[in-house]
């Protein structure tokens, strides 16, 4: 209506215009509150990866374990292990392989229990054929009730693991926190142990 040059356009825009300002003045929309939980079960997950001694975390961020990635970083002072952020999964393997074999220390990397382990598979392979401890966190939304929109429902999966299985060493899918610790525990043993490899937990 604004572009028309007769008068009857003109006078519809005049018109318009009177209407507007006589309207009433709205309520501003609500805002949308912050999702918080004062102890969430990621902090209990970053105090056990501490106790293991990761110094790294390798990883493209991802929506299927942004609690555990959210807690490194404010929880944990994103320090010990400090979150290093890559641009593709199979970097992110990639460089845990290379930080593992020049400092002789073991690594974690974190990734989408899906198409990122997909993604990661190939250095995977690459870390298992070197034979270096990294420790892959998985994420996954194991409860089909909890998956919330079709993101979620494709970065999920009933045994994400399997990918890597035929070369990795170990792999667990944990089902509370204290089935997280125990399996954080082994999986860290196993890994460490001659002949090193990668293992994995499935979030």
């Given at each position: 209506?604004?572009?028309?040059?007769?008068a009857s356009?003109?006078q519809?825009?005049?018109?318009?215009?009177?209407?507007?300002?006589?309207?009433?003045e709205?309520?501003?929309?609500?805002?949308?509150?912050?999702?918080?939980?004062?102890?969430?079960?990621s902090?209990?997950?970053?105090?056990v990866?501490?106790?293991?001694?990761?110094e790294?975390v390798?990883a493209?961020?991802?929506?299927s374990?942004?609690?555990?990635h959210?807690?490194?970083?404010?929880?944990?002072?994103?320090?010990?292990?400090e979150?290093?952020?890559?641009?593709?999964e199979?970097?992110?393997?990639?460089?845990?392989?290379?930080?593992?074999?020049?400092e002789?220390?073991?690594?974690?990397?974190?990734a989408?229990?899906?198409?990122?382990?997909?993604?990661?598979?190939?250095?995977?392979y690459d870390?298992?054929s070197?034979h270096?401890?990294?420790?892959?966190?998985?994420?996954?939304?194991q409860?089909?009730?909890?998956?919330?929109?079709?993101v979620?429902?494709v970065h999920?999966a009933q045994?994400?693991?399997s990918i890597?299985?035929?070369?990795?060493?170990?792999?667990d899918?944990?089902v509370?926190?204290?089935?997280?610790?125990?399996?954080?525990?082994?999986?860290y043993?196993?890994?460490?142990t001659?002949p090193?490899?990668?293992?994995?937990?499935?979030?």
């Amino acid at each position: 209506m604004l572009f028309r040059s007769s008068a009857s356009g003109q006078q519809q825009v005049a018109q318009n215009t009177q209407g507007a300002a006589a309207a009433p003045e709205r309520a501003p929309a609500a805002v949308n509150e912050a999702r918080t939980v004062d102890r969430p079960g990621s902090d209990f997950m970053v105090d056990v990866t501490k106790a293991l001694g990761f110094e790294y975390v390798f990883a493209m961020p991802g929506s299927s374990f942004a609690g555990f990635h959210e807690s490194i970083l404010n929880y944990g002072g994103n320090k010990n292990p400090e979150y290093i952020t890559c641009m593709h999964e199979e970097s992110s393997v990639a460089m845990a392989n290379g930080y593992a074999k020049v400092e002789g220390k073991p690594v974690m990397i974190c990734a989408h229990g899906t198409v990122g382990l997909q993604h990661a598979s190939m250095a995977v392979y690459d870390a298992f054929s070197d034979h270096s401890p990294v420790y892959m966190v998985l994420g996954n939304t194991q409860d089909a009730t909890k998956r919330g929109g079709e993101v979620i429902w494709v970065h999920s999966a009933q045994d994400p693991a399997s990918i890597v299985r035929d070369f990795s060493k170990w792999d667990d899918q944990p089902v509370s926190l204290q089935h997280f610790a125990e399996s954080a525990v082994r999986a860290y043993k196993v890994m460490m142990t001659p002949p090193m490899d990668p293992v994995a937990i499935t979030l």
